[in-house]
């Protein structure tokens, strides 16, 4: 049986890809660095096939001795763990709403680009059972500016305080995927991303009208 392990098993790529490796029939050695760690951890036991095919080894970047243990009889690695130091400004995030409400109705028109999670871990999988890919490839499906990302939101979910004035910001450049695309790679609709996204922020309680709105939304 295909055997992987994959640090930062615990972190929200790192447990996208674990569900994927899963339901794709691998076997998964997933490093945390404390699998004790109920709230941490706990979602990647209720995994489908988690009881029978996905180990946790408690293992520390820093660790050399603790890593080597989870890579025991693996045929690849997927290094996911790194310290984040998560910023509005880099990676997903959709604007918040309600920032109209806190700091009046105005918001910074920045580009940003926008992958889903589910697309990202297919990506890795695809680069993983590949032998053609090699180097550097660069997984972003969208990019758009806090305006027009407001203005999906605002069609698809009416009804939250949005911003109604931007000012204009520099941001990223949209990247390019074409590598990427050339390997097969392909990503779903933003609005199926937008909705499932906030659809499961509502459902879980995390996102409701009146309550506070999260800071950084992740999809
Ligand atoms: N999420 C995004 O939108 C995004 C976008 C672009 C790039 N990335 C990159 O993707 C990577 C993962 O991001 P993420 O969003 O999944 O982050 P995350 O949810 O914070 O997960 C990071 C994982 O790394 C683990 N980790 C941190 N320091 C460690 C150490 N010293 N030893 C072992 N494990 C350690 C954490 O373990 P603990 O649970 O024990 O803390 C956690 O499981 C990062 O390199 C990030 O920069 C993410």
Not at 82 to 98: K, R, W
Not at 130 to 155: D, H, M, T
């Amino acid at each position: 049986m295909k055997r992987v392990c994959v640090t930062g098993a615990g972190g929200y790529i790192g447990s996208w890809v674990v569900k994927l490796l899963l339901s794709k029939g691998y076997m998964v050695h997933g490093t945390v660095r404390d699998p004790c760690d109920e709230t941490k951890n706990g979602h990647l036991k209720k995994l489908e096939n988690a009881e029978e095919r996905l180990h946790l080894f408690k293992a520390d970047l820093l660790d050399f001795e603790s890593l080597c243990a989870a890579f025991v009889d693996c045929s690849g690695v997927i290094h996911v763990a790194s310290p984040v130091l998560l910023l509005a400004a880099s990676g997903n995030h959709v604007p918040n709403p309600e920032e109209g409400r806190s700091g009046g109705d105005t918001m910074e028109n920045i580009r940003r680009p926008y992958t889903d999670v589910r697309d990202l871990s297919e990506a890795i999988l695809q680069l993983y059972e590949n032998p053609e890919s090699s180097g550097r490839y660069i997984c972003s499906a969208y990019s758009f500016r806090a305006k027009e990302f407001v203005a999906k939101l605002e069609s698809l979910f009416p009804g939250y305080n949005y911003p109604k004035f931007f000012t204009e910001k520099s941001g990223f450049n949209p990247l390019n995927s074409k590598k990427l695309l050339k390997l097969g790679w392909t990503y779903r609709l933003i609005e199926e991303t937008i909705v499932d996204t906030i659809k499961n922020y509502e459902e879980s309680g995390l996102l409701e009208k009146g309550k506070p709105f999260p800071s950084t939304i992740r999809f």
